[in-house]
C-alpha cells in the first residue's frame, strides 16, 4: 500500500462512514490539533528516555498517546461508526480518573505553587510544557466543534483533554524537578 492516495488532492478528507468533508472543516482542524497534540507528546517522551530520565513519565506519555488516538478516532467518526466493542477507540471517565491518579501522584513530590512559573527548564520539562500548550489550542477546538455539532462529541472527549492539560503541567514540573531545574516564577 501507497502512503499517498491522492484522494485528498482538492482539499477534502474522509471521515469514518465515508463522507467527505473539507480539511478545513472544524472537525478535520479539532483531530488534527489532536495529532499535532500527540506529536508534541512523542517528542516529549523520547526526550524523556535520555538520563537522567523521570522513569515514571515515558509509560505515562505513552498511554496518553494512545489514549489520543482514540480521542482522535471518535473526533473524526460524528455519526459513531466505530463500533463500541473496539475498546482502543474508546475515550471514558475511566481514562480521565487515570489522568487525576497520575496528577495527584506527581504533585505529591512537588513543591507548592506559590506563584506563576515560567515554561522551560529541562528539554523534557520544556517539551512538556508546549505539549500542554498544544493540548489547550486541540481543547479549544473540540469546544468548538462541540458547539456547532453538541450530539457528535462525547462529553468525556472534552473532559479528558482538559484534564490532560493539568497533568502535562504537573509533569513538565516533575521532569524539572528531577532534572535539578529550578523553577522560575513570574
Request: proline share 6%; net charge negative.
Amino acid at each position: 500500500m501507497k502512503i499517498y492516495t491522492r484522494t485528498g488532492d482538492r482539499g477534502d478528507t474522509g471521515l469514518f462512514g465515508g463522507v467527505r468533508v473539507s480539511k478545513a472543516d472544524p472537525r478535520v482542524a479539532a483531530y488534527g490539533d489532536v495529532d499535532e497534540l500527540n506529536a508534541w507528546i512523542g517528542f516529549a517522551r523520547a526526550t524523556l528516555l535520555q538520563p537522567p530520565a523521570a522513569t515514571e513519565l515515558p509509560p505515562m506519555l505513552e498511554q496518553i498517546q494512545r489514549d489520543l488516538f482514540a480521542l482522535g478516532a471518535r473526533l473524526a467518526d460524528p455519526a459513531h461508526h466505530i463500533a463500541e466493542r473496539v475498546a482502543k477507540a474508546a475515550v471514558s471517565a475511566a481514562d480521565v480518573a487515570r489522568l487525576e491518579g497520575w496528577i495527584d501522584q506527581l504533585e505529591g513530590s512537588l513543591p507548592p505553587l506559590r506563584r506563576f512559573i515560567l515554561a522551560g527548564g529541562a528539554p523534557g520539562g520544556a517539551a512538556l510544557h508546549v505539549a500542554r500548550t498544544a493540548c489547550r489550542r486541540a481543547e479549544r477546538a473540540i469546544v468548538a466543534l462541540h458547539g456547532l455539532a453538541p450530539d457528535t462529541i462525547e462529553p468525556d472527549l472534552l473532559v479528558y483533554v482538559n484534564r490532560l492539560s493539568d497533568l502535562l503541567f504537573v509533569m513538565a514540573r516533575s521532569a524539572n524537578q528531577h532534572a535539578g531545574m529550578p523553577e522560575l516564577e513570574w
